[in-house]
């Protein structure tokens, strides 16, 4: 601005960013870098020179007013530093300027004008208004939102954290994130999350954390590790949404769920138990005579259909009235317990064993011809021989008689088979007891 000094002139002309302008008393531009006359060009249009008002080239009003009030208090004598906005006439250019007003004073201490340096701070501006909005917007986001340095150290604490946890921002920063989360983590979670955030540069999960004041919180959380390109992890950012009443919900629903499963499982042991009481005899554990026909009815349908062997042995212990009138009932009771014991020793899994009434008990020998009746029958009265029980100072042995009957093509009801098997347990114990009989086809035999 100086003709004389041309080095500051080629200094000046090459300014960006700054302007600087020098007006006299009567807001008449007495000199002004040519970085001035751009923005005077961009913003409003004009063409400046030394001379003119600097007024009358502002083109909005208010922006007009605001620049003669601040032309005048540095005239008056202050100083000012101000950060300002301008714009075109429309408002489509808007740009922030720190504005520096100086007056400029005559050798007699007179005021004779003022300078203007200003320096263009609309991407600082913007970039302040940005931060403001996210900060705004984060703000007022329902999840809370904690940033942390490498060290897992927090910087920032949105109102929803503080809401969340009870701490406030205050409060939060500079504190190890975990630690003030309250996060308890399940085994072997945290180092899951801490391998794949190495690899992944992200992970998500839930967590359990602690309210300030000791309430527990579940979290979806989300976390993002931020790097740089040389000094690797910087910092990160977690985003934690509060879903504590869906979890609450899950794990009543869960209770529930156990509690009505017990129920159910009592229930159905309570049932089978019933059934079972309702299908064997309560004192040898034996099937009882009304769940024996079940089965009869059942086995004998499925013989006659798909044409398969089966057969019935009746038996019952010898001489039980004689051992209950000589040594008690008791004792009665335990030889048929111990009877059954015995025989059970001897069936398949198949086979069926029923306490048909009194001492006499029928086997019921699915998919069996006579021949292994008499197999299996022949077992049993072995195993029946070498069991005993004490009674007064005593060892008493037991025997029984039996009979064996096999379904036949012409029978067409199950009753015929019982009676055929009763017919060859009658003829067993008029020949002597402890014997077995084969029905032998004769109806009308003792």
Avoid at 218 to 227: H, N
Avoid at 237 to 245: A, K, P, Q, R, S
Wanted: aromatic letters at 8%; glycine letters at 6%; one cysteine or more.
């Amino acid at each position: 601005m100086d003709e004389n000094n041309p080095l500051q002139n080629d200094a000046l002309a090459n300014l960006r960013d700054v302007i600087i302008f020098s007006l006299d008393s009567q807001y008449r531009y007495t000199a002004f870098t040519p970085s001035h006359k751009e923005v005077m060009k961009s913003i409003w249009g004009a063409e400046i020179a030394v001379g003119m008002n600097m007024l009358d080239c502002i083109a909005r009003e208010d922006d007009r007013r605001k620049a003669k009030q601040n032309f005048d208090r540095a005239l008056a004598g202050e100083i000012l530093i101000l950060e300002e906005e301008y714009g075109d006439e429309k408002g489509h250019i808007r740009v922030w300027w720190e504005d520096r007003y100086a007056p400029i004073y005559d050798k007699r201490g007179g005021i004779v004008g003022l300078t203007v340096v200003a320096i263009d701070i609309t991407d600082r501006k913007r970039a302040e208004e940005r931060t403001r909005f996210l900060a705004f917007v984060m703000d007022k986001v329902s999840s809370a939102i904690i940033a942390t340095d490498k060290n897992l150290r927090v910087n920032y604490w949105n109102e929803s954290a503080e809401r969340l946890y009870g701490w406030s921002e205050s409060e939060a920063l500079g504190r190890d994130i975990d630690e003030i989360c309250g996060t308890v983590f399940v085994e072997g979670q945290h180092e899951f999350a801490r391998q794949i955030l190495a690899i992944e540069k992200t992970w998500r999960g839930e967590l359990k954390q602690r309210h300030r004041n000791g309430a527990e919180i579940w979290v979806d959380a989300s976390v993002t590790l931020f790097e740089d390109g040389w000094r690797g992890a910087i910092g990160g950012v977690t985003i934690n949404h509060d879903v504590t009443e869906r979890k609450l919900a899950e794990d009543e629903l869960r209770r529930t769920k156990e509690s009505i499963e017990q129920i159910n499982l009592t229930l159905r042991r309570a049932f089978e138990r019933e059934q079972l009481v309702s299908r064997t005899d309560s004192l040898t554990g034996a099937f009882n005579r009304r769940y024996f026909f079940e089965l009869l009815d059942y086995e004998f349908s499925a013989s006659r259909r798909y044409e398969r062997p089966l057969s019935l042995v009746m038996f019952d212990v010898d001489f039980l009235k004689k051992i209950n009138d000589t040594w008690g009932h008791q004792t009665g009771d335990e030889i048929l317990i111990e009877t059954v014991k015995a025989v059970r020793a001897e069936l398949r899994d198949s086979d069926v064993i029923a306490r048909y009434g009194g001492d006499e008990f029928a086997i019921l020998l699915s998919n069996s011809g006579e021949q292994d009746a008499l197999i299996v029958l022949d077992r049993i009265y072995r195993r029946v021989q070498s069991t005993f029980i004490k009674a007064g100072g005593k060892k008493l042995g037991i025997t029984i008689s039996a009979g064996i009957a096999s379904a036949q093509p012409e029978m067409d009801k199950p009753g015929q088979l019982v009676l055929h098997a009763d017919r060859a347990l009658y003829a067993a114990k008029n020949s002597g007891r402890n014997r077995l009989a084969v029905f032998d086809g004769e109806e009308d035999s003792p």
